[in-house]
């Protein structure tokens, strides 16, 4: 036999109340048309980046636009840019969609503020990396843009101690594939890979051990970022590797993952807010936001990752809000104090369940129309931000499928009750009831509980468990 439904309610009663040695291209006969001899003026050269030729030699490109209208190969790309220089080159200009064969790209670019830009083509890096930290400098970018397809690219490593602003920007329904390490800083702020306008960044882990930065312990974790650095993903798609864990974010300052207007994140491996550290320092103030009909998709979730020393109170957020959608798959775990889990009007399902320990962990529901599905849930403190006219549809803003629990180091907090009971009172209203919590078979919620929250109640309002 079934066992009763059982609920949560609150009654509100008123009483209407190092890169090796390039060539430079010289752009000899005006053309900037990278895939011609004569446009080299060396045709000797060419032949050893070109398609005619063995692809021995690495190519540096200066500041300029140029084009490529032919298949083309070349050794490595090096990009030499001086303060405030852009570099672009341009594969949309002739007949053909041309194929750019490069064994990794190393970026000479030792000045701040510089700009190099993939537009259009189909890129084949060879295995080789993608590399931002070969030299110094800040605020410097690599753009795909026009459908930009980069491939087979071993590594992403934007990070060299203490410099910041250093981005990869997919936009124009461009594509990223990365099979190896992704680092995002090691120290710098502000570090970001930006997915836009209906591009897709894939990370395709390979499951290699990786160091990180200095006081980690080598993991087999390939993605994370340091400081106030992440991923951006708006309109557009990433899938962050597969088989693999991600350490999420670290440092003072925090870090970001964000998806946003209609984008898809999927975050294949385990989410670990903080480095695997004992530095309880790098496990906090960090930020995980599904914002604006943006999809986000995790497997497991840690906040902060591992039990450092000490009582943390680590200040991390994880935000569903405005349409949004988010599904973790396995555990969502609450660790130490001060970690937020935000749905505003959003909705959030935790397909196995959410499980805390230490106080101050707090579930958030924020707005008329929260929705958290959830399977059990253990030792995890709620806030209910009231909507002054209630829920919509009246609907339970917490659903748990079998059990849900609720102790004295995980209580219940109502906020709003004041501004409910006048919209009661102006609506001519004498009782309005707050169903806040759906169970389908297991509720248990201590009475010491229940009268915690009614003692802050005003008189006439009524916290209560009902069969």
């Known amino acids: ?75 490595q790309l090096v990009v030499g840019l001086g303060a405030s220089q852009t570099a672009v080159i341009d594969c949309t200009t002739g007949e053909k969609r041309p194929k750019i064969s490069v064994v990794g790209m190393g970026c000479h670019a030792n000045r701040n503020m510089t700009v190099w830009e993939f537009k259009g083509g189909d890129w084949d890096f060879g295995g080789g990396a993608l590399d931002y930290m070969t030299h110094y400098g800040t605020d410097r970018k690599i753009v795909l843009s026009s459908g930009a397809i980069v491939t087979n690219v071993a590594n992403l490593l934007f990070h060299k101690t203490s410099y910041s602003g250093n981005k990869l920007i997919l936009t124009g329904s461009s594509e990223f594939y990365c099979k190896g390490t992704c680092v995002l800083a090691a120290i710098g702020n502000n570090t970001s890979i930006q997915v836009q306008d209906g591009s897709r960044f894939y990370h395709e882990a390979a499951n290699e051990k990786s160091y990180f930065a200095a006081g980690s312990d080598k993991t087999s974790s390939v993605l994370y970022t340091l400081g106030n650095n992440g991923i951006v993903v708006s309109n557009a798609w990433a899938d962050i590797g597969s088989g693999c864990d991600y350490v999420g974010m670290n440092g003072a300052v925090g870090g970001l993952f964000s998806v946003s207007d209609g984008g898809y994140l999927h975050i294949a491996g385990s989410l670990h807010f903080g480095q695997r550290s004992d530095t309880a320092g790098q496990c906090v103030n960090s930020l995980v936001r599904a914002d604006s009909g943006g999809v986000l998709v995790t497997e497991s979730v840690y906040m902060p990752y591992r039990a450092v020393p000490g009582d943390l109170d680590a200040s991390n957020r994880f935000e569903v809000l405005a349409g949004s959608i988010c599904t973790n798959r396995n555990l969502f775990t609450l660790q130490h104090r001060g970690n937020d889990v935000i749905v505003s009007n959003g909705t959030m399902e935790v397909m196995n369940g959410f499980v805390g320990s230490g106080a101050n962990n707090r579930l958030v529901l924020r707005g008329d129309r929260p929705q958290v599905n959830v399977r059990y849930s253990t030792r995890t403190g709620m806030v209910f931000e009231l909507p002054p006219n209630g829920y919509q549809n009246e609907a339970a803003p917490v659903y748990v499928e079998r059990e849900f629990q609720l102790n004295d180091a995980a209580t219940v907090e109502l906020a709003g009750v004041e501004a409910a009971l006048k919209a009661a009172e102006e609506a001519g209203v004498r009782m309005r009831t707050y169903t806040l919590v759906h169970a389908l078979r297991d509720l248990t919620i201590s009475d010491e509980a229940i009268a915690a929250v009614q003692a802050k109640l005003p008189e006439g309002c009524r916290f209560y468990k009902a069969n």
């Open 1 to 75: 036999m079934n066992k009763p439904n059982k609920e949560i309610v609150l009654l509100l009663a008123a009483t209407l109340a190092g890169v090796a040695a390039a060539a430079t291209f010289p752009n000899a006969d005006g053309s900037g048309e990278l895939s011609s001899a004569a446009a080299w003026g060396n045709p000797e050269w060419f032949s050893k980046v070109s398609p005619y030729g063995n692809a021995t030699e690495p190519l540096q490109v200066g500041v300029g636009s140029f084009t490529v209208k032919e298949d083309l190969k070349f050794a």
